[in-house]
């Protein structure tokens, strides 16, 4: 059996429930509900139960160097260019947050996955879009530029796994939590 997997921060309720106010205004959104608002770490993908406990115990250790840090949302962007599939929140880059995700690069990497072809850009995915107008994302991220959420503090993350639902959201459940210790 392999299970579809992922490392995120979870947002606190307040912060959360602050992005969900912002979620309108593009036409063809689909919005995230409230639990699958999550920063992502480190996507792994589909695994099997051998490699999930490798990548398990790889976090665990990361858990162990790296301590408690801030982190702020602000701004928003999409990713798509031209033809956008999805709209997000940003955070605020910081050398403990980028330590953290080069951290759980480093668990998959040791559990034998590939490496991220993608660089690490910190964000809250708020919708995936189909045939959105390009004007309507463009004033989501102009009307959104310069938003900045209260900064709140990181103590722990998880491992989640998914499961990909045809006519409803991805169902995400909390598999392991690692609190901060370093």
Same mark, same amino acid.
């Given at each position: 059996?392999?299970?579809?997997?992922?490392?995120?921060?979870?947002?606190?309720?307040?912060?959360?429930? %602050?992005?969900?106010?912002?979620?309108?205004?593009?036409?063809?959104?689909?919005?995230?509900?409230?639990?699958?608002?999550?920063?992502?770490? %480190?996507?792994?993908?589909? $695994?099997?139960?051998?490699?999930?406990?490798?990548?398990?115990? =790889?976090?665990?250790?990361?858990?162990?160097?790296?301590?408690?840090?801030?982190?702020?949302?602000?701004? =928003?962007?999409?990713?798509?260019?031209?033809?956008?599939?999805?709209?997000?929140?940003?955070? %605020?880059?910081?050398a403990e947050l980028t330590k953290l995700a080069k951290d759980c690069?480093?668990?998959?990497?040791? =559990?034998?996955?590939?490496?991220e072809s993608q660089k690490f850009k910190p964000h809250v995915t708020? =919708?995936?879009?189909?045939?959105?107008?390009?004007?309507? $994302?463009?004033?989501?991220?102009?009307?959104?530029?310069?938003?900045?959420?209260?900064?709140?503090? $990181?103590?722990?993350?998880?491992?989640?796994?998914?499961? $990909?639902?045809?006519?409803a959201p991805s169902l995400y459940r909390l598999e392991a939590e690692?609190?901060?210790?370093?």
């Amino acid at each position: 059996m392999s299970l579809r997997l992922f490392a995120a921060l979870d947002l606190p309720d307040d912060v959360a429930e %602050r992005v969900l106010t912002l979620m309108k205004g593009v036409a063809g959104a689909k919005w995230r509900p409230r639990e699958n608002l999550h920063l992502t770490l %480190r996507f792994f993908g589909d $695994v099997p139960e051998p490699v999930a406990d490798d990548i398990d115990a =790889a976090l665990g250790e990361a858990a162990e160097v790296n301590g408690p840090f801030e982190l702020q949302l602000k701004g =928003a962007g999409s990713f798509g260019g031209a033809d956008p599939r999805a709209l997000w929140i940003g955070a %605020r880059e910081s050398a403990e947050l980028t330590k953290l995700a080069k951290d759980c690069e480093r668990a998959a990497r040791r =559990a034998g996955l590939k490496p991220e072809s993608q660089k690490f850009k910190p964000h809250v995915t708020v =919708a995936y879009l189909h045939n959105a107008p390009l004007d309507r $994302v463009q004033s989501f991220e102009q009307r959104l530029a310069l938003f900045e959420a209260r900064p709140f503090l $990181v103590e722990r993350f998880g491992l989640y796994s998914s499961q $990909v639902r045809k006519s409803a959201p991805s169902l995400y459940r909390l598999e392991a939590e690692y609190p901060l210790h370093g």
